[in-house]
């Protein structure tokens, strides 16, 4: 049963015996006004619900009370989104404060956006960049509310997006973390089911912002599936690796496509006859990643078929020092261009040149 059909049913069972707690103050509100106030009272109720507080079911009465018509499919998803983030905010800076890294980390996704700075950071290169400085910061003496204005967050929609925006003079933090520093603004993308930190700015994100963070996380993202398909190649996963490629993968230079399986079994077959053996040493993945560059590209190669619907296509480039060195495998080193498409919002390689 869905979260929306239980809250119906708790309401239901509960209607007849909760008592209204709750003076109708909305009495002689306009109805326009008591319909959207309705919706907002049944969502906070839904996520108290959730969070297991059962004084939720209070508000989803009065929200009934306020407007019997109610209906759930009707109420705007907005509302419970946005608290949402904002109680995802508060937990994030109280395990940054009470110095919980690995909870911290939990709220950022895959890659994050530091607008000052002009860089993505990938996982474990914003750890690294937070953990780095926390030796030199004095947490014990912190509150949640000595880092952030927490009562100045407000949180509204852009794009698919949603910006949570909220201050910080905390002169300390500044010398560490610049970007915690002023007027802060987080973008929140959905990863999954949860939404999470992509960005931070220092200034407020125009169209031209976006589409610099959009080109930004992309390029990230991109560099980090390559890094895990050589990854799982040094381990001998080929199988997983393959899973990191389009279905039907075409190779350039050769006019000629194969399949993820095909892909597989052949650099198994490579690996365990002792034509391609997996180097003993496991590659330097910084190096690697300091020795590629991602590219937008402004028009379908001719290989691309004009009825696939890949858009964007993205070209990870590798430099020639990486193609003469012992941290890539000669497999990787056939080629010096892998094109990326994006399946589902998963970037995938599609061709090799």
Not at 5 to 23: E, P, Q
Not at 193 to 216: G, H, M, R, V
Not at 307 to 336: A, M, R
Request: include cysteine.
């Amino acid at each position: 049963m869905n979260c929306k059909k239980k809250v119906v049913v708790l309401t239901l069972l509960f209607m007849n015996c909760v008592t209204l707690l709750f003076s109708q103050f909305y009495a002689d509100y306009p109805e326009e006004e008591k319909q959207k106030l309705s919706q907002e009272y049944f969502r906070l109720g839904t996520y108290l619900l959730e969070i297991g507080r059962q004084e939720g079911i209070k508000y989803i009465k009065m929200a009934y009370d306020m407007n019997p018509e109610l209906g759930v499919s009707a109420v705007d998803d907005s509302y419970l989104e946005s608290n949402d983030i904002k109680y995802r905010f508060r937990r994030m800076v109280y395990s940054f404060v009470a110095g919980d890294f690995n909870h911290f980390f939990t709220f950022f996704g895959k890659s994050v956006y530091i607008a000052i700075e002009q860089k993505t950071y990938i996982q474990w290169d914003w750890q690294d960049r937070i953990t780095g400085y926390s030796g030199n910061v004095s947490f014990p003496g912190f509150s949640p509310s000595m880092l952030f204005d927490l009562d100045s967050v407000a949180v509204y929609p852009e794009r698919s997006y949603y910006i949570l925006e909220t201050y910080s003079q905390n002169s300390e933090i500044r010398d560490y973390y610049p970007f915690f520093y002023g007027k802060v603004y987080f973008l929140y993308g959905l990863s999954g089911k949860k939404w999470q930190i992509c960005a931070i700015f220092d200034t407020k994100p125009d169209k031209n912002l976006l589409n610099s963070y959009e080109f930004s996380h992309d390029t990230a993202e991109i560099t980090d599936r390559f890094l895990s398909a050589l990854k799982l190649f040094s381990i001998g996963d080929f199988e997983a690796m393959a899973s990191l490629f389009t279905e039907d993968i075409y190779l350039v230079d050769l006019k000629t496509s194969i399949t993820r399986k095909e892909l597989s079994f052949t650099l198994k077959g490579l690996i365990e006859d002792k034509s391609a053996p997996l180097d003993k040493n496991i590659p330097d993945f910084n190096f690697i990643q300091n020795h590629v560059r991602v590219m937008k590209l402004s028009e379908k190669p001719d290989f691309f078929n004009e009825e696939s619907g890949f858009n964007p296509i993205y070209v990870l480039v590798l430099d020639e020092d990486l193609l003469n060195t012992e941290n890539l495998h000669g497999i990787w080193q056939k080629y010096g261009q892998y094109f990326f498409v994006s399946e589902n919002g998963i970037f995938r390689i599609m061709a090799m040149k």
